[in-house]
């Protein structure tokens, strides 16, 4: 079974930083893309970064030279690293990933969630 386990949530001042962090797990074979999406109350969720297998990364862009997101191809994670935080970054944050399992070939995922609140 595979899973997308998020970390790194929480209360932050503006203009602070926040890392999240996502580990997959289970029988993976190959991981495509990953991301992280977010979805503020009464909104939309967002993609807010992403990066291919390949390294190329993409930015809505609202965060576009505060955030910076990486991968660990080793350890099968994925990192998003949130700086001069804004009250308007506040929402659940998702991990996403296209993932080649043994057991249940490519499938799309994700993580349950985790709480980026940014407030004084």
């Known amino acids: 079974q595979v899973q997308l386990v998020e970390s790194g949530g929480g209360l932050v001042q503006p203009g602070g930083s926040l890392r999240l962090s996502c580990a997959a797990s289970g029988s993976i074979f190959t991981i495509y893309g990953m991301g992280w999406y977010r979805q503020a109350p009464g909104k939309q969720r967002e993609l807010v970064a992403s990066s291919t297998s390949g390294g190329r990364t993409n930015y809505v862009d609202s965060v576009k030279g505060r955030f910076t997101i990486s991968r660990d191809s080793a350890k099968n994670t994925v990192s998003l690293q949130m700086n001069s935080l804004k009250p308007e970054d506040t929402a659940v944050y998702y991990c996403?990933?296209?993932?080649?399992?043994?057991?249940?070939?490519?499938?799309?995922?994700w993580g349950q969630g985790t709480q980026v609140t940014v407030s004084s």
């Open positions: 996403n990933a296209d993932i080649l399992s043994f057991s249940q070939g490519l499938s799309n995922y």
